[in-house]
């Protein structure tokens, strides 16, 4: 069997770790094949490497059976190999087409006519594959699901014919990926052949041929998808087994320590996000806020942690109120949060990982004494924390922040905030974008604050993480909490219709 693409023993080393050694990946002509590994794994570091972004130690590229030096992408390009990145690389204030054409032939500016040809050759291809992608449209006023489908116009316009996805389906909704999906049967019907990277291993089920298994930057070896469970593949990630249930005893909620009364916030357009709303969070409890995205949650998180103005309504916590407090204090005050966007709330991506551990306490003992830092103690914790909670990157507690994988930036986060032991932990999708191994044991973690005594507020937009991990879910809908219901009395079907507006959920007694 002729390969479409093969990568015999690559071995590429970056400070203090080999992001992948000596890993072989035998891709088919017309196949999707996915590639699967931890967070930290390897994964894009083999993709850059097929792209020519970065430069392996050891190894050969064969395209088509025959070996080749990808020294760049534009030679990436020539072989027929495109790249959807993790992080799009669009120009907001351009259009698709400008966007798509950018970087190619001809080297002086394009004129008029160039652009309609390049319109109408868009339109063609974005018909063909069924984008549905509009060439005239201003990226700044797209979609993030539309932004995605440019970059998969910009590799078929350059006659692409192995296209690498790095986590697609991270940043899409979950109709978004259904689309996708077709999107990509379509692109295999007519010969291309995709590399997929994710860690939902049911979309590997929908739509991989087969699957390659990376774990810690060795190959552990390829699978035939349709004849593998997922608790197969996932165990191969992970080297264990490893439980998609959350275990947990049904839950003693005590005292009330968050309560919200009619809560009013407005939106970055000045609108009213969150209206008049009304929320308990028990001591001993796990109560998730589910909802469609864009519904208030970020809105209302970012009130409840001095991110956003309050403009009425009370924040209690523990009895006392909070509202339009500095984060610094609400911190202090015994709120603890893993925030959605942990790249621009979570960390100071310029600090190293140690830097970032002690970002709210520096100034306590032991870190500080009489307002001198104590790096040996600061060195200690950090240490601890990321042993405890297996925070993987280079160099340990020197790594910069800023290079780890977004993976291991979350499990950082994730150990400060439960480190800290808030009465109030916080956690906005707090599992976004980690492997199954991680999602197991960030899962066990938040049910073991529930359990000792710590109320969880969770904001999780996977239904099957609301359903599994929850005691109460209130449903958020329009800036309001439509109904509150038990997750063991109530459905994936019962849930999807209050989030829809639909249904009005039985407001079971919070007291
Ligand atoms: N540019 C870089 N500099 C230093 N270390 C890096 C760099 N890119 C990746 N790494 C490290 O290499 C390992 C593999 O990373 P990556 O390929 O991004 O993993 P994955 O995509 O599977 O999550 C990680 O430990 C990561 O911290
Ligand atoms: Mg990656």
Redesign the pocket.
Known sequence: MAYAIEMLGITKE??G?K??DNVTLQVKKAEVHALL??????????M?VLFGLYQPEEGIIKVDGKEVKISDPNIANEYGIGMVHQHFKLVEDFTVTENIILGMEPKKSFSRLDINKAEKKVKELSEKYGLKVDPKAKVQDISVGMQQRVEILKMLYRNAEILIF?EPTAVLTPQEIQELIKIMKGLIKEEKTIIL?THKLKEIKEVADRCTV?RR?KYIGTVDVESTTEEKMAEMMVGREVSFEVEKYEAKPKDVVLEIKDLVVKNNRNLDAVKKLNLKVHAGEILCVGGIDGNGQSELIEAITGLRKIESGTVLLNGEPIENESTRNITLKGIGHIPEDRQKYGLVLDFNLEQNMVLQNYFNEPFSKKGILNPGEIRKYSDKLIEEFDV???KGSL?ETR??????QQKAIIAREIDRAPDLLIAAQPTRGLDVGAIEYIHKRLVEERDNGKAVLLVSLEMEEVLNLSDRIAVIYEGQIVGTVKADETNENELGLMMAGSKKGDTISDE
């Open positions: 970056f400070p770790i992001a992948n590994g931890e967070n930290g794994a390897g994964k894009s570091t083999l850059s790095d990277i990376l930057g993987r990157s280079g790594s290079g780890m994988s977004g993976g291991n």
